[in-house]
């Protein structure tokens, strides 16, 4: 185990565990791993931890965990084997406890793979790519089938138990996994309607194959082998009613359901590949409408797509923005729309799924039938503007409202033929009227601007509200001084670390907690408190079937520093924040009113001097020590008094915020107006 995974199990950060290394010198040895990254038997681990008082049970989660990565065939090998038990203990579990109470480790293994094939066959045929499960292979698992078991008794079931195992390997190998989250799969399944028969030819970890609900033949196919088997193990257990196909292959060069007529593809394809196949697929019968060019994988695996299809069946797919307007794909482009294959391009808001700083768009294909519509139309929606603002792949878009908008807008495009125009957001093109030299299918590029809908009146509203704001900027403007002192004061001063260790305040650091089902609290960013707005983030969700980690919850008159950046930033949080989870890198400081007051904190906390004196450097950031700004030891008469002066000047600035906001709105409204021709110049 990493010393990660030795923080995990002591429930520390891990600090404690270098600090442990360093001081305790009966502290475990490593047995494997690198100088940098080394690794630990958990036994030695777990007996040092045990006789430091550090721990007195180890989790059963924990202890299969550490199995699972400690497995001399790797945690890939172990997952498949914990996978295929987990699916004899649902499907058989008497059999299960007879076997497990009667055979030893030796007998176990040897039993297992007559049984585990068996079992595999039933759900997921007899070409399965659940290989490996020989006596040889298994022996080494034992332990680690029974305890998986065991755990699946204690997560209620084997399903969790599988989510929880699998989660933990993708969490820990984020490089080596592309994953489709839960809201674009959600949003795919829907847009792609009920259907009997799903394929994803890129089927990944199973993720949109697994949103198709009500499907009763589930066909994926993945080219690496590992991920096949955790894929085809992982549907049989949440979908037991269904017929799994899964495949390990390449499915551009190697295709495994080359006479499918699926009802609907869900799939999330790779992005700007190169070497998918071009030199020796040139005559392949799939490219209907046209040959791709080496730089359009994607359109391959459109044209893949709509070739596993039965006439009338859609196909929805994750793409790219370029692959909208690439002119090396123009041409192909241009055909999908002639003959009404192509029939929505939906741009979705970034962060929506990786590459999260790119807003990506889902593409609505349909296989032409002989009932093909003579004049083929586009829907094109944008729900960009749906997003939360915050900095790519940190802060999740608002996905009911990006599912809500593009649902709406698809089922009323598909029922009607058309759809009524709403700029900004959503329109349908007749094809014809796209066919230019670049084909360009970019929803952004054919909407009109919001702005067009408010016209005049939403401007004068503006107008309006910019000049009562401007005018309760005057009477807020503070005076230079309300009191003068002869000579600078110099109070006796103390530190935040200071009135922490006295109990005066809670000091409490940001990050990283996760969402659950039950709650999912807005998240307060650095961005939202330097820039004065809502809380505009989104806790991340937290490893499948892991329980969320409890996030840092802010009350009013908190106080909330930033410790990046070096300006000088604290913000007093008011009942509309309140809580609103903590984010990264910023701190609290929650005061006892009987001794400190949140203004007076926040206040002394700003000062230039005290900031400078509290910041260390880097060669790329300045990083503030929230523990060592000062302020003054004052009487809590005093402090209120210069409390009421601090809350003046942020009421002041918060004002001054609202009117440059107003301010830049009618400026880009009037612009906008001038230009789209819904204002005139008088």
Same mark, same amino acid.
């Given at each position: ?6 923080? #995990? ?40 931890? #045990? ?7 180890? @989790? ?22 914990a996978g295929a038990v987990l699916l004899f203990v649902r499907d058989r579990p008497s059999a299960w406890r007879r076997l497990n109470a009667a055979a030893d480790d030796t007998e176990l293994a040897g039993m297992l793979p007559a049984i585990l094939e068996s079992v595999l066959a039933a759900h997921l045929g007899r070409h399965h790519p659940v290989h490996g499960l020989t006596r040889d292979a298994l022996l080494p698992s034992a ?52 259907? =009997? ?19 009763? &033949? ?43 007529? /699926? !009802?609907?593809?869900?799939?999330? @394809? ?62 192909? =482009? ?38 093909? $519509? ?43 033929? %058309? ?17 230019? !030299? !670049?084909?360009?299918?970019?929803? /952004? ?17 503006? =107008? ?16 230079? /001084? ?14 935040? %670390? &200071?009135? /922490? ?10 990050? @990283? ?77 929650? $005061? ?14 700003? %000062? ?23 302020? @003054? ?50």
């Amino acid at each position: 185990m990493t010393a990660a995974g030795i923080a #995990r199990l002591a429930g520390v950060g891990r600090a404690a565990v270098s600090n442990w290394r360093r001081r305790h010198a009966g502290f475990p040895r490593p047995v494997g791993g690198t100088e940098t990254s080394p690794t630990f038997a958990l036994a030695d681990v777990e007996h040092w931890l #045990r006789a430091q008082g550090k721990l007195a049970e180890v @989790p059963l989660r924990e202890r299969v965990w550490q199995q699972l990565v400690s497995h001399p065939g790797g945690a890939a090998t172990a997952l498949r084997h914990a996978g295929a038990v987990l699916l004899f203990v649902r499907d058989r579990p008497s059999a299960w406890r007879r076997l497990n109470a009667a055979a030893d480790d030796t007998e176990l293994a040897g039993m297992l793979p007559a049984i585990l094939e068996s079992v595999l066959a039933a759900h997921l045929g007899r070409h399965h790519p659940v290989h490996g499960l020989t006596r040889d292979a298994l022996l080494p698992s034992a332990a680690l089938v029974r305890a998986t078991a065991e755990l699946a008794a204690e997560e209620d079931g084997a399903v969790p138990a599988f989510e929880f195992l699998l989660g933990r390997h993708l969490d820990a190998n984020p490089r080596q996994y592309t994953l489709t989250p839960p809201g674009p799969a959600g949003l795919m399944a829907a847009l792609a309607g009920p259907a =009997r028969t799903v394929l994803d030819p890129a089927s990944g970890t199973g993720s949109l194959l697994d949103a198709a609900e009500g499907a009763e &033949e589930l066909c994926g196919q993945e080219a690496d082998p590992d991920l096949a088997a955790l894929t085809a193990l992982r549907l049989a257990l949440h979908a037991p009613g269904a017929q799994v196909r899964v495949h390990a292959a390449d499915t551009l060069r190697a295709d495994a359901f080359p006479q499918l007529a /699926a !009802d609907a593809v869900l799939t999330h @394809p790779p992005f700007n590949e190169r070497n998918w196949g071009h030199d020796e697929l040139a005559y392949d019968p799939r490219w209907e409408y046209g040959f791709p060019a080496r730089t359009e994988s994607e359109l391959a695996w459109v044209q893949h797509a709509l070739a596993r299809l039965r006439e009338g069946g859609t196909a929805v797919l994750l793409m790219p923005p370029a692959a909208a307007s690439r002119r090396s794909g123009r041409r192909i =482009r241009a055909d999908l729309l002639r003959r009404g294959a192509l029939r929505a391009v939906i741009a979705l808001p970034a962060g929506a799924a990786p590459p999260y700083g790119i807003p990506l768009h889902l593409w609505v294909l349909r296989r032409p039938g002989a009932a093909a $519509p003579p004049s083929p139309h586009l829907l094109v929606v944008d729900t960009a503007a749906l997003g939360t603002g915050g900095a790519p792949g940190r802060d999740k878009p608002d996905w009911q409202a990006v599912r809500t908008t593009a649902l709406e807008a698809w089922q009323a495009f598909d029922r009607d033929g %058309g759809i009524e125009e709403e700029p900004g957001v959503r329109r349908s093109l007749a094809a014809i009227d796209l066919l230019d !030299d !670049d084909v360009d299918l970019a929803p /952004a590029r054919h909407l009109p601007p919001p702005s067009a809908a408010g016209g005049l009146a939403e401007l004068a509203d503006v =107008r309006e509200r910019l000049a009562a704001t401007l005018s309760r900027t005057a009477e807020l403007t503070p005076q230079a /001084a309300a009191g003068t002192a002869a000579a600078p004061v110099r109070w006796p001063l103390t530190t935040v %670390g &200071e009135l /922490a260790r006295a109990g005066a305040l809670v000091l409490r650091a940001g990050g @990283p907690g996760t969402a659950s089902a039950d709650a999912a609290p807005a998240v307060l960013t650095e961005h939202d408190v330097i820039g004065g707005t809502a809380p505009g983030g989104a806790l991340p969700e937290g490893a499948v079937g892991a329980p969320a980690e409890e996030p840092v919850l802010v009350a009013a008159g908190d106080v909330v520093v930033p410790v990046l950046g070096g300006g000088a930033v604290a913000r007093v949080v008011d009942e509309a924040t309140a809580g609103a989870a903590l984010g990264r890198n910023l701190f609290l400081l929650r $005061p006892d009113p009987a001794a400190l007051d949140p203004w007076f904190l926040a206040g002394f906390l700003r %000062g230039t001097a005290n900031t400078r004196q509290a910041s260390s450097y880097a060669s790329t950031a300045t990083r503030l020590d929230v523990r060592r700004l000062q302020l @003054p030891r004052l009487p809590l008469a005093d402090q209120l008094r210069y409390g009421r002066r601090f809350r003046e000047l942020a009421a002041f600035e918060e004002t001054l915020r609202r009117a440059a906001r107003l301010g830049e709105q009618l400026v880009q409204g009037l612009h906008d107006g001038l230009t789209d021709g819904s204002v005139t110049p008088g």
